[in-house]
């Protein structure tokens, strides 16, 4: 029973941490369609959002890897394949997995790469 609980603790951490990626990148949606918006039209406020615009982008890239990332995790946790390093097929220490929730390799697959 023990395996199943650890099992369940990881979703709800995932499930919460994905909640807030998806959040935050609806945030960075609302705000640029705001920018897209007519009606800013003072000259001085574009130059500024444009100088903006390649931070939020790669602010938007990250968080959308970082939630393909859960994703990717939560699917293997229903495949019921999480704890199994998808490289050699050994099972992933605990103390990594909770180090890196999201990590598909065994530490040793991982300084091998
Ligand atoms: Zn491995």
């Known amino acids: 029973m023990h395996h199943l609980m650890d099992t369940e603790e990881i979703r709800r951490m995932l499930q919460t941490k994905k909640e807030e990626l998806e959040k935050r990148l609806l945030a960075i949606e609302e705000?640029?369609?705001r920018k897209k918006d007519p009606l800013v039209s003072d000259l001085d406020d574009q130059a500024i959002q444009r100088e903006n615009d390649p931070v939020i982008d790669a602010l938007d890239e990250t968080?959308?890897?970082e939630l393909r990332q859960?994703?990717?995790a939560l699917y293997?946790?229903?495949m019921g394949n999480y704890h199994i390093c998808s490289h050699c097929?050994?099972?992933i220490g605990e103390e990594r997995r909770k180090a890196l929730p999201y990590t598909t390799l065994c530490i040793r697959c991982a300084h091998e790469t």
Request: proline share 0%; charged share 55%; aromatic share 0%.
């Open 70 to 72: 859960i994703e990717h």
């Open 76 to 78: 293997r946790l229903d």
């Open 89 to 91: 097929g050994e099972i």
């Open 63 to 65: 968080l959308r890897q």
């Open 31 to 33: 705000d640029k369609e």
